[in-house]
T-cell receptor
């Protein structure tokens, strides 16, 4: 059975701290891994990763994938209160309709 | 563009009642999805429609039915609601041409079944 596991489940940090969120997966027909940010409502897309070792960056956020060890990390540097959200990791299964398998998410709280 | 819209935003049902959740997208996407999100469970796929005219079961389809009315609209029906169906429901859509496999999500419907 396909599985995506995120850790930690929740995290509280102070503004300015750096955080690392983890995502490990067991998916039979891996195509890609996506990171989403979910604030109060709908998840919004952050990154897609398909190749090992290539870091994706967007401002203070960066992510990398290790296809050999089957995990990804999402780093956020110099955290701000606006980074407070649930971060979701999802893996695309390339069979059928390229469905997403989501992890349970990591709830990040950044306090001033 | 409105993106993905869902109605209603909130709903309270009694056990055994039926209702239909509506979803529409204006991005000309081929694929549409229904998820439920429960605390500690992440997003779980209920049903999906890879293209107009097709629907398939996802991870948790029991107690639900869907209709892909046309390319824009994908509805989710609860025939006889149960308290276990209390959840937040998200609709999403995707273009098969999107190399990122990005799914665009609607704002969600919070459903409570008493």
């Amino acid at each position: 059975e396909d599985k995506v596991v995120q850790s930690p489940l929740s995290l509280v940090v102070h503004e300015g701290d750096t955080v690392t969120l983890n995502c490990s997966y067991e998916v039979t027909n891996f195509r890609s891994l996506l990171w989403y940010k979910q604030e109060k409502k709908a998840p919004t897309f952050l990154f897609m990763l398909t190749s090992s070792g290539i870091e994706k960056k967007s401002g203070r956020l960066s992510s990398i994938l290790d296809k050999k060890e089957l995990f990804s990390i999402l780093n956020i540097t110099a955290t701000q209160t606006g980074d407070s959200a649930v971060y979701l990791c999802a893996v695309v299964d390339q069979t059928g309709a390229n469905n997403l398998f989501f992890g349970t998410g990591t709830r990040l709280t950044v306090i001033p | 563009n409105a993106g993905v819209t869902q109605t209603p935003k909130f709903q309270v049902l009694k056990t055994g009642q039926s209702m239909t959740l509506q979803c529409a997208q204006d991005m000309n996407h081929n694929s549409m999805y229904w998820y439920r999100q429960d605390p500690g469970m992440g997003l779980r796929l209920i049903y999906y429609s890879a293209s107009e005219g097709t629907t398939d079961k996802g991870e948790v389809p029991n107690g639900y039915n869907v209709s892909r009315l046309n390319k824009r609209e994908f509805s989710l029906r609860l025939e006889s609601a149960a308290p276990s169906q209390t959840s937040v429901y998200f609709c999403a859509s995707r273009s098969v041409l999107d190399l990122y496999n990005e799914q665009f999500f609607g704002p969600g419907t919070r459903l409570t079944v008493l």
